[in-house]
């Protein structure tokens, strides 16, 4: 086992994609495919199961993904440590974030990154923010960015970025009779209006527990992934939805949408980067954690 072959296993484990992951380790499909056999071969198990539409991990897959993210990032560190002759940092680092964080938030950083530290390359994936903790404590990612929840996890530690406003957002014009673009003045007029939300994540735990503080029960008529998409939805008409300022502010379509001046506020987002404790002493990822300071 070396650990080119080992990088190729998580390419793959990431994307579930031959053709992808291929792409990503600059290999043919048939080379990649080889490579994957003889690691399976060496292990004496099968660590994918595939056949021709889908790719997925085996319960002894995920078992030994596990160890491949570990002793990537260990060889990482030790390489490092053993040909580096100068003050000069060098390797990869991994971080993840929505579309809107990436440049709102992360432009500034990775710019001002890549001129203090130009030999580290940085590999950049964006997703749901909802998946931000999640994939640091699985070990997808160094350095992730996102709202901070009530309660952190174990391990993991937070450094603030930005605050911002949780908002009500309603269309720009009522283009049928259950959606208003006012504010509704009474609780049934709050249960009646159908109502666009996250599926799951700090957003959606923070508007559940504004309906239940006025005793409503709302009306769902979306539970959606992605704060981009509830805009979108409510600029058709569909119903009011629940975004961060930062969120709107960034939209193509936030001219076709109006913020509505619900009382009392929801508590505003509190977006920063998240990291594994133990993952601060890569010097890599702390060069990363640090900049925050220097901002």
């Not at 923010?129 to 901070?148: F, M, Q, S, V, Y």
């Not at 119903?239 to 193509?252: A, H, T």
Request: hydrophobic share 40%.
């Amino acid at each position: 086992m070396n650990i080119r072959i080992l990088k190729q296993f998580l390419a793959l484990a990431d994307a579930l994609h031959f053709g992808r992951a291929s792409d990503e380790c600059h290999i043919s499909i048939s080379a990649l495919s080889r490579n994957i056999r003889h690691l399976e071969d060496e292990l004496g198990v099968a660590l994918f199961n595939r056949d021709n539409r889908t790719v997925v991990l085996t319960q002894e897959g995920q078992k030994f993904l596990k160890y491949a993210r570990d002793t990537s990032r260990q060889w990482n560190l030790i390489r490092h440590e053993l040909t580096d002759n100068t003050d000069q940092l060098s390797g990869e680092i991994s971080l993840y974030g929505s579309v809107t964080a990436s440049y709102s938030f992360l432009y500034e950083l990775l710019r001002r990154f890549r001129i203090a530290y130009p030999g580290i390359e940085i590999k950049l994936r964006t997703g749901d923010p909802e998946h931000a903790i999640a994939h640091i404590l699985d070990g997808k990612e160094d350095i992730t960015i996102a709202a901070r929840p009530t309660n952190l996890p174990r391990g993991v530690v937070f450094k603030p970025i930005a605050i911002s406003p949780l908002l009500f957002i309603a269309p720009l014009e009522q283009q049928v009779p259950n959606v208003p673009n006012r504010v509704p003045l009474a609780p049934q007029e709050w249960a009646a209006i159908p109502m666009i939300l996250s599926e799951s994540g700090v957003s959606r735990t923070r508007v559940d527990e504004w309906f239940r503080q006025h005793d409503i029960t709302p009306k769902i008529y979306a539970q959606v992934t992605g704060n981009e998409a509830i805009v979108s939805m409510v600029s058709l008409g569909f119903g009011i939805g629940v975004v961060p300022k930062i969120v709107l502010d960034n939209s193509p379509l936030k001219d076709r949408v109006q913020v509505l001046d619900v009382k009392p506020e929801l508590e505003p987002y509190d977006i920063g980067l998240f990291a594994l404790k133990k993952g601060l002493k890569n010097p890599m990822v702390e060069a990363f954690w640090s900049l925050m300071e220097e901002a």
